[in-house]
């Protein structure tokens, strides 16, 4: 079983700033990303950050890229998303998503964290 734990959620203005955290409570997770999700709609994937033994692979929504950046710290066990030129559709709770791959696959969620963007 993985813990996630995510923070750096609040409210901020229109064309600013946040990074939120997600720390897992063990390493060995292949894929780490974010989703948000907003009431009444599906959740969906804002980015996800894939470790392999020879690359890392990042992925972004079309509607973060340019604006959002999704980093690792291995040795920390967590995933960052730095959130700049913030818009109010940004406006949901965040969720960090782990995935661990190979023979037995697992999927892990951490509980949210509300981010809104408003003046």
């Known amino acids: 079983q993985v813990q996630l734990v995510e923070s750096g959620g609040g409210l901020v203005q229109p064309g600013g700033s946040l990074r939120l955290s997600c720390a897992a409570s063990r390493s060995s997770i292949d894929v780490m990303g974010w989703y948000r999700q907003v009431p009444g709609k599906q959740r969906e994937l804002v980015a996800t950050?894939?470790?392999?033994?020879?690359?890392?692979?990042?992925n972004y929504a079309d509607s973060v890229k340019g604006r959002f950046t999704i980093s690792r710290d291995n040795a920390k066990n967590t995933a960052y998303l730095q959130m700049n030129s913030l818009k109010p559709e940004d406006t949901a709770v965040y969720y960090c998503?782990?995935?661990?791959?190979?023979?037995?696959?697992?999927?892990?969620w951490g509980q949210g964290t509300q981010v809104t963007v408003s003046s």
């Open positions: 950050f894939t470790s392999g033994t020879s690359a890392t692979i990042t």
């Open positions: 998503n782990a995935r661990a791959l190979g023979p037995v696959p697992a999927t892990y």
